[in-house]
């Protein structure tokens, strides 16, 4: 969701607050800081999400240094202006997406309809239940909808670096993912914010010596890995267990 337009509009109004209060100079210069810091961190807004909550004192608090001026009717209508972009993104956000799913059968449906990757977890889900570990390329927000243990980030000891660094066929990312306790392997067709085709360091063809292949849709393919690599399977020896396009 993009920001509300009110930070930007309140500006003039913060400047007051700070000439007048103590309160709202310490604020600006908490939030200050920690823009200064953002520069240092990933470019990603929701890293500015600690800011809103002291941004958001600080406009209130010049609001209230400001309503002595003013008259009821005017400081009312200020308070409903700062309120009122929630208020609109929300309603656009419900006639753009529908209604929000109240049973089972409808949270399944709108999930599979917003998140390419949803069906490949979902039938995941239904087929192993809980007794699975799952390691996802570039899927990381899917982690909130598997039932069983779910690996692969941007850091940490399942980091893409650290499984996809230096590999350059499927037996060494089979051998570094048994070496994590993976089962199966997720390959979404598209990164989930960049929405360019996801390429493996190595041919396709690479996987099937060590992966069979057992749910693949429009979304991505899901690979079960095999007990043992062996050299003995040929490219072509894979048994598609479900495949919905």
Excluded at 70 to 91: D, H, I, Q, S, T
């Amino acid at each position: 969701p993009p920001f509300s337009p009110v930070y930007l509009a309140a500006l003039p109004l913060l400047i007051y607050g700070a000439v007048k209060l103590k309160l709202v100079r310490r604020l600006l210069a908490i939030a200050a800081l920690y823009a200064l810091i953002f520069t240092w961190l990933p470019a990603d807004s929701r890293y500015l999400l600690p800011l809103l909550p002291l941004v958001s004192l600080a406009v209130e608090g010049s609001l209230a240094a400001a309503r002595r001026g003013l008259a009821r009717p005017v400081v009312v209508a200020l308070w409903f202006a700062c309120l009122l972009p929630g208020w609109l993104y929300a309603g656009y956000r419900l006639a753009r997406q529908g209604p929000i799913p109240m049973t089972p059968v409808s949270r399944e449906a709108y999930l599979a309809r917003r998140l390419p990757l949803y069906r490949a977890i979902s039938w995941l889900n239904r087929t192993q239940g809980r007794g699975y570990s799952l390691y996802a390329l570039y899927a990381e927000n899917m982690v909130h909808f598997a039932d069983g243990r779910f690996l692969g980030d941007w850091n940490g000891r399942a980091s893409f670096e650290r499984v996809l660094g230096g590999t350059r066929d499927g037996q060494t990312l089979h051998r570094k993912l048994r070496r994590l306790g993976v089962s199966h392997l997720l390959v979404p067709t598209q990164g989930f914010e960049s929405g360019s085709p996801i390429a493996l360091p190595f041919a396709e063809a690479e996987l099937r010596r060590g992966f069979q292949l057992v749910y693949q849709d429009a979304g991505a393919r899901l690979y079960a890995l095999r007990p043992a690599m062996s050299a003995g399977l040929g490219a072509g020896r894979t048994s598609l267990v479900s495949s919905r396009r």
